[in-house]
């Protein structure tokens, strides 16, 4: 069973950064796609940004600020977060599509911006 770890949520200062990391148990070589999501209380889960093949997406909250990145010797990825606002707080997960088509997720790490 595969398994994605995230650590790195906390609370964080409007203007301060973060780091999350998803740790997964197998080779991120066997995801074709691999991607951050959030999901602030009472609302949707949502797209942060996402990594498949050569290319990255952001959305526009998250364009400029946030940087998606992976570490194929660690089979890690991260999500750094910089000039963070009280509107990024949610809890965030990863998620991970296998070239079968399997997806899996992370079980959440809660990232709170308050002063």
């Known amino acids: 069973q595969v398994q994605l770890v995230e650590s790195g949520g906390g609370l964080a200062q409007p203007g301060g950064s973060l780091r999350l990391s998803c740790a997964a148990s197998i080779s991120i070589f066997s995801f074709n796609a691999m991607g951050w999501y959030r999901q602030a209380p009472g609302k949707e889960r949502e797209l942060v940004a996402l990594?498949?093949?050569?290319?990255?997406v952001y959305t526009d909250s998250a364009k400029g600020r946030f940087t998606i990145s992976r570490d194929k010797t660690k089979n890690t990825m991260y999500l750094q977060m910089d000039s963070l606002k009280p509107e990024d707080t949610a809890v965030y997960y990863c998620?991970?599509?296998?070239?079968?088509?399997?997806?899996?997720w992370g079980q959440g790490t809660q990232v709170t911006v308050s002063s």
């Open positions: 990594i498949s093949g050569g290319s990255t």
């Open positions: 998620r991970c599509r296998t070239v079968q088509q399997n997806v899996y």
